[in-house]
């Protein structure tokens, strides 16, 4: 059955929804985006998507066109006209339509909203129990990795580069740290028991996945580290996981060649993932 999809104001089928060749986002990838997971039909952690949205909208002087209020409602009735019980809500704004130019167009330029569904049976996946495989690369993407924008052709060409070596994923490297990875934030738990985390700044987006777990490391007694941690502290690291709104919290089992702790999801791990399941479907809206 044919999705309906959001259109600046208009509910269209998926093969009506229509953007323009002269569309900003197309020619520019000048546009944000943002994810909402959810679980029984309700939105999960959406305050937090929704806050950072207006950050990366402030970052690049584009116009959110609805209120807090109206984007919420929005976002309600692409579940509820969609039947969607599980998946994701994948949101984008550009800047809108002009014609090609470096230059930003008016301010008055009515940006473009879209927003569409994926249905994905979240709870029950497959790499939460094995674990997945990362191969590190190099990080090639710009600079303000912290604003969430669709420039994400390297992501997608290191993501790829990962398969061909055997890999689920990449994990980025850049001057000799962890960044992220494709898609995720990445995250190890050290020899003392200690979870370890990049600290936020613009070379890594602030995961709305990855603060709740921090939350929730620290409520029950879990040391955490916000700090950058070298490939060779990954290796010898007794777990290692990522987080994202579309997979939770997922074991990292191998990292290159080499075998994360005994080679198996670990117990903190699974606790992190059960946890953020239980509460976050708990609170979502």
Same mark, same amino acid.
């Given at each position: $059955? +044919?999705?309906?999809? /959001?259109?600046?104001? &208009?509910?269209? @089928?998926?093969?009506?929804a229509k953007v323009s060749v002269f569309d900003r986002g197309f020619l520019m990838a000048d546009a944000i985006y943002e994810v909402t997971c959810v679980l029984d039909g309700k939105l999960v952690e959406y305050p937090g998507h929704a806050a950072r949205l207006q950050r990366s909208a402030r970052e690049l002087g584009i116009v959110v066109p609805l209120s807090e209020e109206a984007l919420l409602a929005v976002h309600r009735e692409i579940v509820a006209r969609n039947a969607l019980d599980q998946g994701m809500i994948y949101?984008?704004?550009?800047?809108?339509?002009?014609?090609?130019?470096?230059? /930003?167009? *008016?301010?008055?330029?009515? @940006?473009?909203?879209?927003?569409?569904?994926?249905?994905?049976?979240?709870?029950?996946?497959? #790499?939460?129990?094995?674990?997945?495989?990362?191969?590190?690369? @190099?990080?090639?993407?710009?600079?303000?990795?912290?604003?969430?924008? =669709?420039?994400? !052709? /390297?992501?997608?060409?290191?993501? $790829?580069?990962?398969? #061909?070596?055997?890999?689920?994923?990449?994990?980025?490297?850049?001057?000799?740290?962890?960044?992220? #990875?494709?898609?995720?934030?990445?995250?190890?738990?050290?020899?003392?028991?200690?979870?370890?985390?990049?600290?936020? +700044?613009?070379?890594?987006? @602030?995961? =709305?996945?990855?603060?709740?777990?921090?939350?929730?490391? &620290?409520?029950?007694?879990?040391?955490? %580290?916000?700090?950058?941690?070298?490939?060779?502290?990954?290796?010898?690291?007794? %777990?290692?996981?990522?987080?994202?709104?579309?997979?939770?919290?997922?074991?990292?089992?191998?990292?290159?060649?080499?075998?994360?702790?005994?080679?198996? *999801?670990? *117990?903190?791990?699974?606790?992190?993932?059960? !946890?953020?399941? %239980?509460?976050?479907?708990? &609170?979502?809206?």
């Open positions: $059955m +044919s999705r309906v999809v /959001y259109l600046d104001g &208009a509910w269209l @089928p998926e093969e009506e949101l984008q704004l550009t800047r809108g339509v002009a014609d090609r130019d470096f230059a /930003y167009p *008016p301010a008055d330029t009515p @940006p473009t909203l879209v927003l569409f569904t994926q249905a994905k049976n979240v709870l029950e996946n497959r #790499a939460a129990e094995t674990g997945i495989a990362v191969s590190l690369l @190099p990080d090639l993407r710009w600079g303000r990795r912290d604003i969430k924008t =669709i420039q994400l !052709l /390297y992501p997608s060409m290191a993501k $790829m580069e990962a398969k #061909a070596r055997g890999a689920d994923d990449a994990w980025l490297v850049e001057e000799g740290h962890v960044t992220e #990875a494709t898609a995720a934030s990445a995250h190890i738990v050290n020899d003392q028991g200690v979870l370890v985390t990049r600290d936020l +700044s613009h070379a890594l987006l @602030p995961g =709305i996945t990855r603060a709740s777990v921090l939350e929730l490391a &620290a409520r029950h007694g879990i040391r955490v %580290e916000e700090r950058a941690f070298t490939p060779e502290e990954a290796k010898v690291a007794r %777990e290692a996981f990522i987080t994202s709104a579309t997979n939770f919290v997922v074991p990292v089992t191998r990292i290159d060649e080499t075998s994360v702790g005994t080679g198996a *999801p670990g *117990p903190l791990t699974r606790d992190l993932r059960r !946890l953020y399941v %239980e509460t976050r479907r708990a &609170a979502a809206i």
